[in-house]
């Protein structure tokens, strides 16, 4: 066996083993006072994750009689799952937006039975981490940030003088079925993480060229915490966190607000920019580049869905959104597969990194650098369009334009050696 095809071997049982790891020791801190996640049958980042389940398992199971027994018992599980939590009145909302523990179960049951641990690992790795997150870093992110700059990105998106939030927010009142349709792309993200991963898998052993070259495992397990960082370095929660009730029609004058750290909605969560969300719905849209045209479709039109909810929700300001450009572009130069040259990942980290420091300042630095954008319109829309197209166009691009095929026979190849 080489050593890429050993490597991509070891990371993911490495991974779950880290993150089953880490759920045991912060649930052991959080102590009874804290519900576990995985336990309460009612987590609304883990029940969609836990439904990637079932996606995971209808990609990498080759038996169609086990797929439709996974998916039977799938749902008899979930509607056990709900007549439990019915009995113990837990609010319907919670049960409806937690579905997939069922899903999970029945899919874990079949692969571990069958001895298929790679899928089963793949299957159980996103809830975990979901879990995971639910009682520690957004935690520790939030001690470490009492003060935000949520001020500061609320002036910095007026100085396009075009009111994002404001008009987000009001469509949502205004048309509740895109609300609902928006907001369900947005709670189904985990979800759609875990069959991005079982998608690479399917592509990888068939030695499918698809995608952008992106190791979407290490992408996973490295992006949460290079997130936490940059929210340590710019907190911010978002106009419906920040401005409570003035969210979408009475948000403050931007003139009248702080241009600095200031303190914003302390219980929220420090997760504005940039937003994972978003920039996870783009990266599994990415993944998709040589696959079918409808798949391409769906794939792009769940992340605008995302994309919307974040803003319409008030979760996120536009900017939050224009960093995630530069963002993704290092992450995903970072997390390629070894078979992606230096060349092509330069540009795109040296790009992506220098834009979203000079994103930073331009925010660190707000009471001098926003009000010279509010002066001139023109300026601020330059500035948020560089942002984004400089290192886009430094991206790593889609496999099946890079000229030849080696990636392509290189995977099917390494996996046999």
């Given at each position: 066996?080489s050593?890429t095809a050993f490597r991509?071997?070891?990371?993911?049982?490495a991974?779950?083993?880290w993150?089953?790891?880490?759920?045991?020791?912060?649930?052991w801190i959080?102590?009874a006072n804290r519900?576990?996640?995985?336990?309460?049958?009612a987590?609304?980042?883990v029940?969609?994750a836990?439904f990637?389940?079932l996606?995971?398992?209808?990609?990498l199971?080759t038996?169609e009689?086990?797929?439709?027994?996974v998916?039977?018992?799938?749902i008899?599980l979930?509607?056990l799952?709900?007549v439990?939590?019915?009995?113990r009145s837990v609010p319907?909302?919670?049960?409806?937006f937690?579905?997939?523990?069922g899903?999970?179960a029945?899919?874990?049951?079949?692969l571990?039975?069958?001895?298929e641990?790679r899928?089963a690992a793949?299957?159980a790795?996103?809830p975990?981490g979901?879990?995971?997150s639910?009682?520690g870093?957004?935690?520790?992110v939030q001690?470490?940030?009492?003060?935000?700059?949520?001020?500061?990105l609320?002036?910095?998106d007026?100085?396009?003088?075009?009111p994002f939030?404001r008009?987000?927010g009001?469509l949502?009142?205004?048309?509740?079925?895109?609300r609902?349709?928006?907001?369900?792309?947005?709670?189904?993200?985990?979800g759609?993480?875990a069959?991005?991963?079982?998608y690479?898998?399917?592509?990888?052993?068939?030695?499918l060229?698809?995608?952008?070259g992106?190791n979407?495992?290490?992408?996973?397990?490295v992006?949460?915490?290079?997130?936490?960082?940059l929210?340590?370095?710019?907190?911010a929660?978002?106009p419906?966190?920040?401005?409570g009730t003035?969210?979408p029609?009475?948000?403050?004058n931007p003139?009248?607000?702080?241009?600095?750290?200031?303190?914003?909605a302390?219980?929220?969560?420090?997760?504005a920019?940039?937003?994972?969300?978003?920039?996870?719905?783009v990266?599994?849209?990415r993944?998709?580049?040589g696959?079918?045209?409808?798949i391409?479709?769906?794939?792009?039109?769940?992340a605008?869905l995302?994309?919307?909810?974040?803003?319409?929700?008030?979760?996120?300001y536009?900017?939050?959104?224009?960093?995630?450009?530069?963002f993704?572009?290092v992450?995903?130069?970072?997390?390629?597969h070894w078979?992606?040259?230096?060349?092509?990942?330069i540009?795109?980290l040296?790009?992506?990194?220098?834009f979203?420091a000079?994103l930073?300042?331009?925010?660190?630095?707000?009471?001098?650098?926003?009000?010279l954008?509010?002066?001139?319109?023109s300026l601020?829309?330059a500035?948020?369009?560089l942002t984004?197209?400089i290192?886009?166009?430094?991206?790593?691009?889609?496999?099946?334009d890079l000229?030849?095929?080696?990636?392509r026979?290189?995977?099917?190849?390494t996996?046999?050696?």
């Amino acid at each position: 066996m080489s050593t890429t095809a050993f490597r991509r071997r070891l990371l993911l049982p490495a991974s779950l083993a880290w993150s089953v790891l880490l759920l045991l020791v912060l649930e052991w801190i959080a102590g009874a006072n804290r519900p576990a996640p995985l336990l309460a049958l009612a987590d609304p980042y883990v029940g969609p994750a836990a439904f990637g389940a079932l996606a995971v398992h209808g990609m990498l199971c080759t038996d169609e009689r086990r797929r439709v027994l996974v998916l039977r018992s799938g749902i008899t599980l979930e509607i056990l799952r709900f007549v439990f939590l019915a009995w113990r009145s837990v609010p319907l909302g919670s049960v409806v937006f937690s579905v997939g523990y069922g899903f999970l179960a029945a899919a874990l049951v079949d692969l571990l039975v069958h001895h298929e641990w790679r899928p089963a690992a793949l299957a159980a790795l996103v809830p975990i981490g979901m879990a995971t997150s639910r009682l520690g870093l957004a935690d520790i992110v939030q001690r470490l940030t009492p003060l935000t700059y949520d001020g500061t990105l609320l002036a910095l998106d007026a100085t396009l003088r075009v009111p994002f939030s404001r008009l987000g927010g009001q469509l949502f009142e205004a048309a509740p079925s895109i609300r609902m349709i928006s907001l369900i792309s947005y709670a189904a993200l985990p979800g759609a993480i875990a069959a991005g991963l079982a998608y690479e898998e399917y592509s990888y052993t068939r030695g499918l060229a698809r995608g952008v070259g992106v190791n979407m495992l290490l992408a996973y397990m490295v992006s949460g915490t290079i997130a936490a960082v940059l929210y340590v370095l710019c907190p911010a929660t978002g106009p419906s966190h920040a401005f409570g009730t003035g969210f979408p029609g009475a948000l403050p004058n931007p003139s009248s607000v702080s241009l600095q750290l200031a303190f914003f909605a302390p219980d929220s969560p420090r997760n504005a920019m940039p937003s994972l969300h978003v920039t996870w719905a783009v990266l599994l849209a990415r993944s998709t580049a040589g696959a079918r045209l409808s798949i391409r479709i769906a794939a792009y039109t769940f992340a605008a869905l995302t994309a919307l909810a974040t803003i319409g929700s008030g979760e996120h300001y536009i900017f939050d959104l224009i960093a995630v450009a530069p963002f993704l572009v290092v992450l995903e130069a970072a997390t390629a597969h070894w078979s992606i040259s230096w060349r092509q990942r330069i540009p795109a980290l040296i790009s992506g990194t220098l834009f979203y420091a000079l994103l930073m300042i331009v925010i660190r630095d707000g009471s001098v650098a926003v009000p010279l954008l509010a002066r001139s319109p023109s300026l601020a829309w330059a500035f948020a369009v560089l942002t984004m197209a400089i290192p886009l166009a430094c991206s790593l691009r889609p496999l099946g334009d890079l000229g030849d095929e080696t990636y392509r026979h290189r995977a099917f190849a390494t996996e046999r050696t």
